[in-house]
């Protein structure tokens, strides 16, 4: 049920954090390789994937699943 739930929410995610958390979490990149593939700073995908967490969280606490 978790991780379906969890699929869910990351597949509701804005394009661009759904890409960076696929690719930290589900391909295991590293922020450097994340950062020549985006072309974006290592501090700003930081920012992005935290974002992206967070909105993950929020759905699963409005799911009572955490």
Known sequence: MLQSCVKTAVMSLPRRERELIESKFY????LQELSDEFDI???????????????????LIKEELV
């Open 41 to 59: 700073s290592p501090s700003r995908i930081s920012r992005i994937i935290k974002q992206g967490l967070d909105r993950i969280k929020d759905e």
């Open 27 to 30: 391909q295991d990149k590293k």
